[in-house]
Nanobody
């Protein structure tokens, strides 16, 4: 069964850093992409970054570009999201999802993790 598990969330101060992990299992890891989504209080879940595992291509929304970085470790079937220069507006539940690809045109997914809470204080 396809499973994705996020971890690494927590409470940080504005300007701080946090690294999230997305551990994937139950499918050929390198055959798919991973997309990160987040849902802020009162808002819909929106995608903001993705990675193609097979070639390492990454794409970012302007809201996080230059501050967040995606990487992958195929030996661990894990994708990481390094978040720097965090802002209070980054406060959200963060999800990873298996995606059909990563092109920068659209963020989508078919299997989802349970989410991990990120809270950025001012």
């Amino acid at each position: 069964e396809v499973q994705l598990v996020e971890s690494g969330g927590g409470l940080v101060q504005a300007g701080g850093s946090l690294r999230l992990s997305c551990a994937a299992s139950g499918y050929p890891f390198r055959d798919y992409g991973i997309t990160w989504f987040r849902r802020a209080p009162g808002d819909e879940r929106v995608g903001f970054a993705c990675i193609n595992i097979y070639d390492g291509f990454t794409a970012y929304d302007d809201s996080v570009k230059g501050r967040f970085t995606i990487s992958s470790d195929s030996a661990k079937n894990t994708v990481y999201l390094q978040m720097d220069s965090l802002k209070p507006e980054d406060t959200a539940v963060y999800y990873c999802a298996r995606s059909w690809g990563c092109s920068g045109d659209y963020f989508g997914g078919d299997y989802w993790g349970q989410g991990t809470q990120v809270t950025v204080s001012s």
